[in-house]
């Protein structure tokens, strides 16, 4: 494999399903990674330290981010620090193996800022609406209701920016989920190798489609029409 490989990032509300699309998808593609966050927040039942995420204290965190060893990172939901080891991607990207990730939404930008479309694809993964979506978070349990609100409302922030992302994959059933995204990487994959540039660029324009329609849907079942 000659090109590098192509950082895919994946963002939308907590609870969108990210975790379990994801899951499915690295199960069944070749040559694709996840990248482990770095978090102080604390790990939740059943969470493995180095496969779900790093969980590591703010000391360390906070050291590591003043020698420059992030490629992003960000508070999330107002209280825990979230963040990109720049090593271990850039080596991986090198090899020619394409990385996906969970991001939040100013993680997101901060990539993108350093390492813009084609290099990174930024989708967004729309869960359903927020009445859905706050049943999904309590479904879960674990959380006072002050930080479901909190969830909810960094939500709706979220959902507000999903004119940025490259791409827009609604998220009702995990099978089609998985499946788009797979078709994603393979146009993005044709077009950094240079093999059928038409091809991605066919893709990129039949999503612009579906999403023009979806788009609309999505911003009346949120109640953002600005
Ligand atoms: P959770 O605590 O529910 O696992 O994740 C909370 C949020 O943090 C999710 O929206 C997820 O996308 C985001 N997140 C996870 N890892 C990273 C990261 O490395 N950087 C940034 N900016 N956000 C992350």
Known sequence: MSAKGIFFLVAGPTAAGKTSVLKTLLERAKGLEKDISVTTRAPRPG???????RFWT????EQRLKQGDFLEHAVVHGMDFYGTLRGPIEARLDQGVDIIKDIDVQGVEQVR?????PRSVAIFL???GPLELLDRFRSRGGETEEALQRRLASA????RRIGEYDYLVWNEVIESAVEEIEAIRRAERA??????QDAADAARTADAARRERREAAFRKAWHVDD
Request: zero cysteines; a positive charge; hydrophobic letters at 20%.
């Open 126 to 128: 729309a869960p359903p």
């Open 191 to 196: 077009r950094s190798e240079g093999r059928t």
């Open 47 to 53: 969470e493995a330290d180095g496969r779900d995420y």
């Open 113 to 117: 800022a350093k390492m813009p479309y």
């Open 156 to 159: 709706t922030k979220e959902v």
């Open 58 to 61: 703010r000391e360390r965190f």
